[in-house]
């Protein structure tokens, strides 16, 4: 069983930054994939970053150049740095691992996956 720890939200102005953090427990964390996915009101999950336990990463389109992620297998952590934040970056962004990657257009993660419990970011104009 992994579990997930997310911190790191708030509000920001436009223009800004700020950076995600999320602790994974468990004994199998280093296989797994990592990364964040975020959600609006009346919508679904939408794939924000991944890296893979080498360190590979993928990015949604409309989030590359502009967000981050990495992880320290050591400390079980990964980390999403988002820069240059828009009002429609405004979400709750949920930590996610899986032993399978994830499309770059996916809005969910595997029956082998776990979620953090979610962490709200709000940019302001």
């Known amino acids: 069983q992994v579990q997930l720890a997310e911190s790191g939200g708030g509000s920001v102005p436009a223009g800004g930054s700020a950076r995600l953090s999320c602790v994974a427990s468990g004994p199998t964390f280093m296989k797994y994939f990592m990364g964040w996915f975020r959600q609006t009101p009346g919508n679904g999950r939408e794939f924000v970053a991944s890296?893979?336990?080498?360190?590979?990463?993928a990015y949604s389109e409309s989030m590359k150049g502009r967000f981050t992620v990495t992880r320290d297998n050591a400390k079980k952590t990964v980390y999403l740095q988002m820069d240059n934040l828009k009002p429609e970056d405004t979400a709750i962004y949920y930590c996610a691992v899986d032993r399978l990657p994830w499309d770059t257009t996916a809005n969910g993660i595997s029956e082998h996956g776990y979620w953090g419990q979610g962490t709200q970011v709000t940019v302001s104009a």
């Open positions: 890296i893979s336990w080498g360190g590979t990463t």
